[in-house]
């Protein structure tokens, strides 16, 4: 992380607007960085979307944080990818975890699979071990950067470039750089500058793969004419159209 410290702009409609005219996701990247120093993040939970923007953020050979959500569930090929991150970018992740208590107290109540219930306590688990999380994250910057496209799935295809919201009594800016990127895009990037990325999407069970990673159990391949979010908690499927969000984008 940066140690330096400077003026940092006032976040109104008038910036957003200026911000979200920058259509190139390296300049756009550079002027934040440039704009809010250590007060900007990346936000990644392995994406191959934030291994992207990882990569362009590292092309300016400074300084900058990347912050993960770790839920505890997440697949063992995920940590072993972030320790690869680490050593080949030169940087620590910022790690985010539940709360201890309130993780004791849902277990207790709930149980470890709480999430096959019902929709209520999917969205509870995912609360505590995504959410509240990224909640704290939120309360160390003024730019979350995050990887959304809006070629994800239907809720996401509006999707604005910048967007300003709430954290607490502050404004913050929310900045998506590759939220015109489809998925060919975004993976001919990665080949081409040989960027590093999570080994599970290289995985193909009976023609389906992972498109979309996060916990165990509630993650899974998809088929090629299915939506990239539609391997998440399947069981909702039939049920729960369209509803494949966790809460931190909402
Ligand atoms: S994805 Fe599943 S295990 Fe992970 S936080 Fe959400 S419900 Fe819980």
């Known amino acids: 992380m940066s140690s ?8 109104d409609q008038n910036l957003a607007e200026q911000l979200d005219a920058i259509e190139d996701a390296y300049e756009l990247i550079d002027e934040l960085l440039k704009l809010f120093g250590d007060r900007v993040a990346i936000g990644t939970s392995g994406q191959l979307t934030g291994c992207v923007l990882i990569d362009l953020a590292a092309r300016r050979g400074q300084p ?35 709360d201890d208590e309130k993780l004791d107290r849902m277990l207790n109540q709930h149980g ?36 959304l496209r809006r070629d ?4 996401r295809g509006e999707t604005p470039r910048v967007t300003i919201g709430q954290e607490g009594v502050r404004d913050i800016l929310k900045v998506c750089p590759l939220v015109d990127w489809d998925e060919e895009r975004v993976r ?31 993650t899974t391949p998809v088929m090629p004419h299915e939506s990239p979010r539609a391997g998440r908690w399947r069981w909702f499927n039939a049920v729960e159209e369209g509803k494949k969000e966790c809460g931190l984008h909402i």
């Open 112 to 147: 470890e699979f709480l999430f096959f219930d019902s929709k209520f306590k999917q969205e509870h688990c995912c609360n505590v071990r995504k959410v509240e999380p990224n909640q704290r994250a939120m309360q160390t910057l003024d730019v979350w950067i995050t990887g």
């Open 188 to 218: 001919d990037y990665i080949s081409e500058h040989d960027v590093p990325y999570n080994p599970l999407f290289d995985v193909s069970l009976h023609g389906a793969h992972y498109k979309s990673l996060g916990c165990v159990i509630c």
């Open 64 to 98: 900058f944080r990347v912050f993960v959500i770790d839920t505890l569930r997440l697949h063992p090929e995920t940590y072993e990818f972030w320790d690869r991150l680490e050593e080949h970018y030169g940087f620590k992740l910022e790690r985010f975890k539940p």
């Open 152 to 155: 994800q799935s239907a809720e």
């Open 4 to 11: 330096v410290t400077q003026d940092i702009p006032r976040i």
